[in-house]
């Protein structure tokens, strides 16, 4: 059992950690929605089941990696959830980037079952997973960091923020300020350029080499280019600004490059766009551009 891990949520993360946690010699049970996932899992040695609570029967540890608040409290709190078949003692560590106050009302249903939660969002995309290089974004008390630590460890270099829960959420929602600002202005660089009839290649690779590149400007300008996957996917980047806008709303703090950049993502959501890759919200900078040409 001690070596048994469950791991709810099988998407751009969740398939690559559950690929190095066997590679590491971990019995990985698994729940998630979609059936070409699900054989994915079977075939790399998971042991799917047909609800999180069938999961938590099997381990003492939990790591739940599901897209948004809404799915985060279904697999944690719902009728088929986490809480209604893990064991008293047990752990689950949240690693879905969600609003604040969410986070904190799934964290006391676990206090009040007697089980351990962690609060630890990430940042460094599926890329790192492969090489236990995610930074891991965790608040919880030490004694419980201490110990899920080893298993952290195998994705990724614990940072420990705090000993709350949501402290965590709010390190990356500000990640996420960065980031929503990365990708929308790494896509007006690229339409910039192309308008100045210019390589785009050739400028992102002289602005990645310099002092505002990145390792996100890299990534998402070369897939933006050369059609390649992107680092993740639009949907998830649309809820990740629309949080970190309502945390700027709950602080009363007026940015204006945070709300200017939620205005991409609410057009990409308009369009229905919430299934496509990060890439395309090249379409949205080049439509609102083609816009402006007009006025």
Known sequence: MTDAIGIIGLGRVGIPAARAYIKNGYTIYGYARRKEVVNEFKEMGGI?????????????????????????????SGDSGLLKGIKPGSTIIC?????????????????????????????????????????????????????????????????????????????????????????AATMEVITLARKLNLDPALVCKIV???????????????S??????????????CKDVSIVSNTLDEVKMLAYVAKAVAKYFML???????????ADLIEVIEKVSEQSDNV
């Open 48 to 76: 799917p089941y047909s609800s999180p609570l069938e999961v938590a029967m099997h381990c003492n540890t939990v790591i739940v990696m599901v897209l948004n608040d809404k799915q985060v409290i279904e697999v944690i």
């Open 224 to 237: 933006v280019l050369t059609n390649k996957p992107s680092p993740g996917g639009l949907g998830q980047m």
């Open 95 to 183: 690693m879905s980037t969600i609003n604040r106050n969410n986070l904190q009302m799934v964290a006391a249903h676990c206090v009040e079952k007697n089980v351990g939660f962690v609060d630890c969002p990430f940042t460094g995309g599926p890329a790192r997973v492969p090489t236990g290089s995610l930074t891991l974004i965790a608040a919880a008390p030490p004694e419980l960091i201490e110990k899920v630590t080893p298993i952290l460890n195998v994705i990724g270099n614990v940072v420990h923020v705090g000993n709350i829960p949501g402290l965590g959420q709010a390190v990356k929602h500000c990640n996420q300020l960065l980031v929503g600002a990365t990708h």
């Open 208 to 222: 990645g080499s310099g002092i505002a590149g990145s390792d996100y400007f890299r990534l998402l300008s070369d």
């Open 268 to 278: 990409a959501e308009d369009l229905g766009m919430q299934n496509r890759e990060g």
